[in-house]
């Protein structure tokens, strides 16, 4: 079971979710890059979300924001869910979408270690042997040039009805975060620029040294649906939930999560118990679902 997560306002999120078996659902097809927009963007304004960044591969997504209103659970699980249905109807499939072990969040504790993650974004189709550059990705990707503009995506007719209750289009911006507004929209652009080429060719260095080859974009364009990566993965890895390259950030960030979960398996001992429980605040599901208190 997944630990308890501490769900606050005001917040700084980046989230990954797999696809099932890690086969390839999430084509760079023009229709499946407007889905994923247009159900991100009606979920953003729906649950109150800033997003600063995302990027879609073939088996999974990786998805950067800020939880204003500390909806995030509801967020993620609109947007998987409605994501799945729509594009299983556009794939002719009616089986499971996403992988089980649910979406994996990652809280970036300084300005420094959001920037990090969101390079690390920009570059996974780079880092993934896919392309040369970031630019060159043919699938869902935002660049820094795609900050601070209007992206507009159309209802998908393949799921929705013409005659239903979604909108026909949604418009959505992907922000400058409040650590970077004094930089302005041109400034943090640069800033994001500057890290993306530093970090791309690093990677190049590193595939070098390896030789390794890049597939690049017409072959990514070919990627066949249902098709399984064979890019081997270690099991039972860490899942780190910390993004926190500061020594003494990620020990006193570290201790303040097995704080919160510490409280809260106290107080659901309690109250399975039956006994007056105060879950820690930051405690999701409960106070919502069941009617627990928190403190």
């Known amino acids: 079971m997944t630990p308890p997560r501490q769900i606050l306002p005001n917040t700084n999120f980046e989230v990954c979710t797999r696809t099932f078996a890690r086969t390839f659902r999430l084509l760079p097809t023009p229709a499946i890059k407007n889905a994923i927009l247009y159900i991100v963007g009606v979920a953003a304004a729906r649950y109150n979300i800033t997003l600063y960044a995302m990027v879609a591969m073939t088996t999974?997504?990786?998805?950067a924001g800020r939880d204003t209103d500390g909806r995030l659970p509801e967020f993620i699980q609109y947007v998987n869910s409605l994501l799945a249905r729509a594009l299983n109807a556009e794939q002719g499939m009616d089986d499971k979408f996403w992988s089980g072990d649910g979406y994996h969040l990652l809280r970036p504790e300084s300005p420094d270690d959001l920037m990090r993650r969101l390079i690390y974004i920009a570059a996974n189709p780079v880092a993934a042997d896919l392309v040369n550059?970031?630019?060159?990705?043919?699938?869902l990707l935002?660049?820094?040039?795609?900050?601070?503009t209007?992206?507009?995506?159309k209802r998908p007719d393949f799921f929705f009805r013409d005659s239903g209750s979604m909108q026909e289009s949604v418009e959505l911006r992907f922000e400058v975060p409040p650590e970077f507004a004094h930089l302005g929209r041109d400034g943090y652009?640069?800033?994001?620029?500057e890290n993306l080429r530093a970090e791309e060719q690093k990677l190049r260095a590193k595939r070098k040294a390896e030789d390794r080859a890049v597939m690049g974009a017409d072959r990514c364009r070919q990627a066949a649906l249902g098709r399984q990566t064979t890019k081997f993965e270690e099991w039972f890895r860490l899942r780190p939930t910390i993004a926190a390259r500061v020594k003494r950030e990620r020990i006193a960030a570290i201790r303040a999560l097995?704080?919160?979960r510490e409280s809260y398996y106290a107080a659901l001992k309690d109250w399975r118990a039956g006994l007056k429980a105060v879950f820690p605040l930051g405690t999701w599901w409960l106070p919502r679902f069941a009617g627990a208190a928190v403190g």
């Open 60 to 63: 999974h997504y990786h998805l």
């Open 133 to 139: 550059r970031a630019t060159d990705y043919p699938g």
């Open 258 to 260: 097995q704080a919160f």
């Open 142 to 148: 935002i660049r820094p040039r795609d900050i601070g």
């Open 189 to 193: 652009v640069a800033l994001l620029e």
């Open 150 to 153: 209007t992206i507009t995506a």
